[in-house]
């Protein structure tokens, strides 16, 4: 049981409740975790702004892999919650089934590229321990992968 009770959707300003719709695209719902610090919804509207500025579709890394990378990321650093949130944006984002079944095991996949095999790699690292990230690391990322990607 939440020590803080999420609010109902109807109880969510109506502002920040038009705002936090973006989570029912990936997810189909608004989270809980959302739907808690609507208490605050300053706290809501930045969570989400900063959810909006890092799943948009730049181009270079798409919707499906940056869930996946999220999934690897959350697995890494032990979060039930969110690896529950990845696995299912992800298939909502066309994970095929093979890539989701060859996630942790992602370097001997045939269904991942170099270029997401050096960036899955990195995102487990940087997750797990930051200074983990070896130069080794950072030079096969930016193999395949510029900054602002």
Known sequence: MALVRPLNEDEIEPGLRDHVQFFKGPLGVI????????HRSPIAKAFTDLNVAVMTDYGAVTPEFKRLLGYVSSFASGCLYCQAHMILASERFNASEERLNDVFDFENSPHYSDAEKAALGFAHAATQVPNGVTPKIGVRL???WDEGQ
């Open 31 to 38: 989270p809980n975790s959302v739907r808690t610090m609507a």
């Open 142 to 144: 930016r193999a395949h």
